[in-house]
């Protein structure tokens, strides 16, 4: 059974830089066709698509905040942790984890975790 | 990147008839090699995460109710509800998968009449 679980700060001021990390288990990120990605979800809007992460490293980002994000992993302990730099109030979000693996069949993302809101503030 | 746009934004149907939420990409998602469409839908419940409900525009995941459908081939998609139940209520959102990034669609509002 795959789960995740996202953890970080709830409260983040402008200009700071969030790191979250997930924590997952029922997988390993050093398997073949394996990844991890991350999604947010700003209060009553859509979803936003933001990183993927796969077990060869090779890692995905969304153009608009390719410059202000890095998505690395821990293999050891079964962690990927996500940074984005400069956050604004507009950052204030649920963030997600994901399992999204590249494995036949692909399925996006098939496994989300409980999530966790951000809120940036001064 | 490739823009995913829902239609409606919203709709109401009475228990037990059907609901029909579409979806269109800026550029066909799907790939040649294998003939498969790289689109999934996922169904949002209020106040939880996002659950998998379709991928490859028409394969149901495990566990879901067989009152889910998935159509559609290239840049045209949609998702059927064949018989709405209460617990349906929720927000329905298409994503791409063919290339990143991942895009999503601004999602769908289905509700009880």
């Known amino acids: 059974q795959i789960t995740l679980k996202e953890s970080g700060p709830t409260l983040v001021k402008p200009t700071q830089t969030l790191t979250l990390t997930c924590t997952f288990s029922g997988f390993s990120l050093s398997s073949n066709g394996e990844g991890v990605g991350w999604i947010r979800q700003p209060p009553g809007k859509a979803l936003e698509w933001l990183a993927l992460?796969?077990?060869?490293?090779?890692?995905r980002y969304s153009p608009s905040l390719k410059s202000r994000l890095t998505i690395t992993k821990d293999t050891s302990k079964n962690q990927v942790v996500l940074t984005m730099t400069n956050m604004d109030p507009v950052d204030t979000a649920t963030y997600y984890c994901?399992?999204?693996?590249?494995?036949?069949?692909?399925?996006?993302?098939?496994?989300w975790g409980q999530g966790t809101m951000v809120t940036v503030s001064s | 990147d490739i823009v995913m746009t829902q239609s409606p934004d919203s709709l109401a149907v009475s228990l037990g008839e059907r609901a029909t939420v579409n979806c269109k990409s800026s550029q066909s998602v799907l790939y040649r090699s294998n003939n498969k469409n790289y689109l999934a839908w996922y169904q949002q419940k209020p106040g939880q995460s996002p659950k998998l409900l379709i991928y490859w525009a028409s394969t149901r995941e495990s566990g879901v109710s067989d009152r889910f459908s998935g159509s559609g081939s290239g840049t045209d998609f949609t998702l059927t509800i064949s018989s709405l139940q209460a617990e349906d209520v929720a927000v329905y959102y298409c994503?791409?998968?063919?290339?990143?990034?991942?895009?999503f669609g601004q999602g769908t509002k289905v509700e009880i009449k």
């Open positions: 994503q791409q998968y063919y290339g990143t990034p991942w895009t």
């Open positions: 992460i796969f077990w060869d490293d090779d890692k």
């Open positions: 994901t399992h999204s693996a590249w494995i036949t069949p692909p399925k996006a993302s098939d496994i």
